[in-house]
T-cell receptor, first 114, second 116 residues
Framework: AQTVTQSQPEMSVQEAETVTLSCTYD???????LFWYKQPPSRQMILVIR??????QNATENRFSVNFQKAAKSFSLKISDSQLGDTAMYFC???????????FGTGTSLTVIP | KAGVTQTPRYLIKTRGQQVTLSCSPI?????VSWYQQTPGQGLQFLFE???????NKGNFPGRFSGRQFSNSRSEMNVSTLELGDSALYLC???????????????FGPGTRLLVL
């Protein structure tokens, strides 16, 4: 079975600062994919960033980057130059290489303070 | 390109009733997955449909069912509603679903169901 753990239920950051959201997962799979999704108060889930487990290079998308540590089964999200629009619930998600099912963490509520 | 749409956005039902939720995927997407989101259980996978066939199913009772039409639109049905079925129901679409490894899914805005 796959489990995803987000140990920080709530976090806050000052505008323009950097924040890191933690995610760990447990799996016996060797081929899998990891995602970070953002769910603003409007409720629409939006993909933030995606990482293939077979890639050693950490994924980056503009101000968003990940620190993927496969051996430690850790997948943290770093948000640089935080903006007010980054305020949202952030979910870490795991997907096996075979199949299309997400296993989600419980989420981290991030508030960006002006 | 239009995103994933879900109707209705809000729904109030009473215990014992049944409900049908609808999801229209992004044009060209053939896979539709459904998730239930509650404060207590978080986001849980219900099922995935591809080309009108259920390809994968989560750990939910048989009261939860779904189907997919030839145009890839999907419906989810919950019969004999219980108070615990109150949740946000999200659908997500992707091009090939489980036929393609690690495919990104695009979520709809969800249907908020309240069971009284």
């Amino acid at each position: 079975a796959q489990t995803v753990t987000q140990s920080q239920p709530e976090m806050s950051v000052q505008e323009a600062e950097t924040v890191t959201l933690s995610c760990t997962y447990d799996t016996s799979e060797n081929n899998y994919y990891l995602f970070w999704y953002k769910q603003p108060p409007s409720r629409q889930m939006i993909l933030v960033i995606r990482q293939e487990a077979y890639k050693q290079q950490n994924a980056t998308e503009n101000r968003f980057s990940v620190n993927f540590q496969k051996a430690a089964k850790s997948f943290s999200l770093k948000i640089s130059d935080s903006q007010l629009g980054d305020t949202a619930m952030y979910f870490c998600a795991f997907m096996k290489g075979t199949g299309n099912q997400f296993y989600f963490g419980t989420g981290t509520s991030l508030t960006v303070i002006p | 390109k239009a995103g994933v749409t879900q109707t209705p956005r809000y729904l109030i039902k009473t215990r014992g009733q049944q409900v049908t939720l609808s999801c229209s995927p992004i044009s060209g997407h053939r896979s539709v997955s459904w998730y239930q989101q509650t404060p207590g259980q978080g986001l849980q996978f219900l099922f995935e449909y591809f080309s009108e066939t259920q390809r994968n199913k989560g750990n939910f009772p048989g009261r939860f069912s779904g189907r997919q039409f030839s145009n890839s639109r999907s419906e989810m049905n919950v019969s004999t509603l219980e108070l615990g079925d109150s949740a946000l129901y999200l659908c997500a679409s992707s091009l090939q679903g489980s036929r393609e490894e690690g495919e990104t899914q695009y979520f709809g805005p969800g249907t908020r169901l309240l069971v009284l």
